[in-house]
């Protein structure tokens, strides 16, 4: 289920538009940082939540769930509930991007900033059923020359919180989870998704996308099905009406799902996911797209 289809009644902290909300809070989304990778940040410089990055005009976009620089530190936390498919080179691709943004012309190597890319998954993205997944690099040939790129990669799977070994990361991870917290961080984020859910204006923004997203669907579900009538009967056999249907439906949902991701600026796998449609046929038409160039927007500038 994509983001904007659940009732706003249901959503919890896994579901992304409330962990963007909660993470908007600074001193939650330092202290989340704090436990998680067991490190001190002493002031955040920058926050943004739903931050689109977009290097090159012809180069794929992306768009993170929660940004944050610190003085000479950048971390990306992503909430993932489902979709683990070609998770590592997502990550990758998100690393690499993230140095090509905040690198200048004539920035040093030596002064890449060190970066951390963060995936809470809600269940095991990999199948090991160990709560947390961390990424290490390392010559092959030899094991006690280090290897420090300043990058770091973690995976946490929810699902396992039970034998996660630090107290702080397991409460968060049990939260997450759907369960309820005892103590520490994971208190103070259930306090925060309250309060995201007692406030009317959050609960209409999250509600106009929805009704968004469901008008695309419905007209594409009856658009659809006129156009399969009339390439079946054009055809005139019986398999070719099913196969017009079909058709029709699968144009519109491409259709409406470049406008979804162009003109209300949505991620695309959200939207290949909302709408039934293949990724990889997305992503064609967003290249071929004359508005995608200038129609991508913040969705707090709607």
């Known amino acids: 289920m994509g983001q904007f289809s659940k009732p706003?009644?249901?959503?919890?902290?896994?579901?992304?538009?409330?962990?963007?909300?909660?993470m908007e809070n600074e001193r939650i989304?330092?202290?989340?940082?704090?436990?998680?990778?067991?490190?001190?940040?002493?002031?955040?410089?920058?926050?943004?939540?739903?931050?689109?990055?977009?290097?090159?005009?012809?180069?794929?976009?992306?768009?993170?769930?929660?940004?944050?620089?610190?003085?000479?530190?950048?971390?990306?936390?992503?909430?993932q509930t489902g979709n683990y498919d070609d998770l590592l080179l997502r990550s990758r691709y998100y690393l690499s991007s993230s140095d090509v943004a905040t690198t200048k012309r004539r920035t040093k190597f030596r002064d890449i900033k060190e970066t951390f890319i963060i995936f809470i998954c809600k269940d095991d993205p990999f199948g090991a059923g160990i709560p947390r997944y961390t990424r290490t690099t390392k010559f092959l040939e030899s094991d006690w020359i280090a290897y420090d790129d300043k990058s770091h990669i973690v995976f946490y799977n929810c699902s396992a919180w039970q034998i996660e070994q630090d107290a702080g990361v397991r409460e968060v991870l049990k939260f997450i989870y759907g369960l309820k917290p005892d103590s520490g961080l994971a208190l103070q984020m259930e306090d925060e998704v309250l309060n995201a859910m007692r406030k009317p204006y959050l609960k209409d923004e999250y509600m106009y996308f929805s009704d968004i997203l469901e008008d695309e669907k419905e007209e594409a579900r009856a658009t659809g099905l006129a156009e399969g009538r009339a390439t079946g009967l054009a055809e005139g056999r019986a398999t070719?009406?099913?196969?017009?249907?079909?058709?029709?439906?699968?144009?519109?949902?491409?259709?409406?799902?470049?406008?979804?991701?162009?003109?209300?600026?949505?991620?695309?796998e959200?939207?290949?996911?909302?709408?039934?449609?293949?990724?990889?046929?997305?992503?064609?038409?967003?290249?071929?797209?004359?508005?995608?160039?200038?129609?991508?927007?913040?969705?707090?500038?709607?």
């Open 8 to 22: 706003w009644e249901e959503l919890t902290i896994a579901d992304n538009f409330i962990f963007c909300k909660v």
């Open 29 to 79: 989304c330092r202290r989340m940082l704090e436990v998680l990778l067991g490190i001190r940040i002493s002031r955040i410089d920058y926050l943004r939540t739903e931050h689109p990055m977009e290097n090159f005009y012809d180069a794929r976009g992306i768009r993170l769930d929660v940004y944050v620089e610190e003085s000479d530190r950048i971390f990306n936390i992503e909430m």
């Open 240 to 268: 070719g009406l099913e196969e017009g249907r079909e058709e029709g439906r699968r144009k519109k949902a491409l259709d409406d799902a470049v406008i979804v991701v162009t003109k209300y600026g949505q991620p695309a």
């Open 270 to 302: 959200t939207v290949a996911q909302d709408f039934n449609v293949p990724l990889e046929e997305l992503y064609h038409r967003l290249q071929n797209s004359d508005e995608v160039g200038n129609s991508v927007n913040n969705i707090n500038q709607i």
